[in-house]
């Protein structure tokens, strides 16, 4: 084999070699916040620094409002639609 064409794969082998790397600290990354979501039930939202976000509290006038809404919409769409 020429040594050119060999110089050609072990520069290329490197180059993967470096992106391999760089993959694998991605991954880290990602199972890191896997990690956490899972540690606080799934249930945190995490802000881009990892901080997790409060959750909004709906009153109980809130969520009144909100059923009463839905069963309008919904006696509208029956009596529509028979």
Known sequence: ???????G?????GELRRAERALEQQLGSVREVIRSLQAAGGKAVVTKSGAPR???QLSAAGREAIARAARRRWAEYRAKNG
Do not use: C, H
């Open 1 to 7: 084999m020429p040594r050119q064409a060999k110089g």
């Open 9 to 13: 794969v072990s520069q290329a082998l």
């Open 54 to 56: 409060k959750r909004r």
